[in-house]
């Protein structure tokens, strides 16, 4: 078990630029709901991350390549392998090789979930999905200590609710 808490602050361009960090901001956002419970939902192999993420990038204007980091919600193994394909990232049934073929480390070919993710620190409580965008943050404005991206300019955040039923999708872009 584990517990904890995170915060964001969300301000107005003119007064974020004013802090003593890089800015970060909200280029893209995008929601879905599917089903609400499992047994609902209309394709096993199809979650709401596929409408999610495409709004968010269709908001930015972007696609997944141009992405330099993805901190995707990971309570389970296979909802990151899930969430890859259906983001964009690869094309569905070629998340595995997607996984073999990349170094998902801070330093590697495709960093993902850089401060470990859930799955290394555990699911905390209300701020499960916060963590995933304030590692995004301090990524982009390169505050992540000794796993600094050396370069950060855009990544893709995930968020997932209730049992793979509701995904949220931002892009968020150093300023």
Do not use: W
């Given at each position: 078990?584990c517990?904890?808490?995170?915060?964001?602050?969300?301000?107005?361009a003119?007064?974020?630029k004013?802090?003593?960090?890089?800015?970060?901001?909200?280029?893209?956002?995008?929601?879905e709901?599917?089903?609400?419970?499992?047994?609902?939902?209309?394709d096993?192999?199809?979650?709401?991350?596929?409408?999610?993420?495409?709004?968010?990038?269709?908001?930015?204007?972007?696609?997944?390549?141009?992405?330099?980091?993805?901190?995707?919600?990971?309570?389970?193994?296979?909802?990151?392998?899930?969430?890859?394909?259906?983001?964009?990232?690869?094309k569905r049934?070629?998340?595995?090789?997607?996984?073999?073929?990349?170094d998902?480390?801070?330093?590697?070919?495709?960093?993902?979930?850089?401060?470990?993710?859930?799955?290394?620190?555990?699911q905390?409580?209300?701020?499960?999905?916060?963590?995933?965008?304030?590692?995004?943050?301090?990524q982009?404005?390169?505050?992540?200590g000794?796993r600094?991206?050396?370069?950060?300019?855009?990544?893709?955040v995930?968020?997932?609710?209730?049992?793979?039923s509701?995904?949220?999708?931002?892009?968020?872009?150093?300023?």
């Amino acid at each position: 078990p584990c517990f904890g808490g995170g915060a964001v602050l969300v301000a107005g361009a003119a007064f974020a630029k004013k802090g003593r960090h890089r800015p970060v901001f909200v280029s893209g956002f995008g929601e879905e709901m599917t089903h609400r419970s499992i047994t609902s939902m209309p394709d096993m192999l199809d979650s709401p991350v596929s409408g999610s993420a495409a709004r968010a990038f269709q908001m930015a204007g972007t696609t997944p390549t141009a992405m330099d980091t993805a901190q995707i919600y990971d309570c389970y193994t296979i909802t990151v392998l899930r969430s890859l394909e259906d983001a964009g990232f690869c094309k569905r049934g070629e998340g595995g090789a997607f996984v073999r073929e990349r170094d998902f480390r801070y330093d590697g070919d495709f960093p993902l979930n850089t401060n470990g993710g859930q799955l290394s620190f555990g699911q905390a409580g209300i701020a499960g999905g916060l963590t995933h965008i304030i590692e995004a943050a301090r990524q982009l404005q390169g505050r992540a200590g000794g796993r600094q991206l050396k370069r950060c300019e855009a990544a893709f955040v995930n968020g997932n609710g209730g049992m793979m039923s509701e995904q949220v999708s931002l892009i968020l872009e150093g300023a």
